[in-house]
């Protein structure tokens, strides 16, 4: 079965964005380690699932990016999930059709390998509302907003399977949610 992933930049307080969603405190941590991991663990997906906001973002920037990284996102497919776009022009990209659950649901039984999930907090939170989440990894930053844009809006339950200390003293704890498919299936998920 394949795995559905989350990678997320995060303040030690929870937020993704600051409250206007400024992410200058996480692009001021991103060093070469960390672009490094990151480029590895995109080498093992090759899906990614995005909502709007996030979709138009990473559309305006990685088609033209020379990054090592561009490469690799250009090629994945991507599925974007929005009730106001008509089309998106990303290569590899495309509308989902139906619901994220269903859309997961079919994208669990094709060949390929990990599904990853670029974010978006509130798109990100309406898949951990139905558990379509497998693998939640947070970057977590040594610095903390007090307030901003937080990954979570409700309780939910995960299972630490590992952490990993950059040199930046940014700190990659790796949870699994235990009443995902996957994990309901036996599917595991590596830690780092």
């Known amino acids: 079965m394949r795995i559905v992933s989350l990678g997320m930049q995060i303040t030690l307080d929870g937020f993704v964005a600051g409250p206007e969603g400024e992410l200058d405190w996480a692009m001021e941590r991103l060093d070469d380690e960390l672009f490094a991991h990151q480029e590895v663990l995109m080498q093992g997906s090759d899906t990614m699932l995005l909502g709007r906001v996030n979709y138009l973002d990473q559309a305006a920037y990685w088609p033209t990016a020379t990054e090592p990284l561009a490469k690799i996102l250009n090629a994945q497919q991507k599925i974007v999930f929005s009730t106001t776009l008509k089309s998106v022009d990303w290569e590899n990209s495309r509308l989902a059709k139906a619901s994220p659950a269903k ?18 907090s509130r798109f990100a939170q309406s ?22 844009i937080p990954l ?40 780092d």
């Open 127 to 148: 898949l951990f509302r139905e558990h379509l989440i497998d693998e939640v990894r947070l970057y977590v930053h040594p610095i903390a907003l007090g307030h901003g």
């Open 152 to 191: 979570f809006a409700e309780q939910i339950k995960l299972e630490l399977i590992g952490t990993r200390r950059f040199a930046n003293g940014t700190l990659l704890n790796s949870y699994r949610d235990p009443l995902s498919a996957a994990s309901k299936a036996g599917a595991t998920t590596p830690a």
């Open 103 to 120: 859309e997961i649901a079919a994208l669990r039984s094709t060949k390929g390998t990990a599904i990853s999930v670029a974010g978006g």
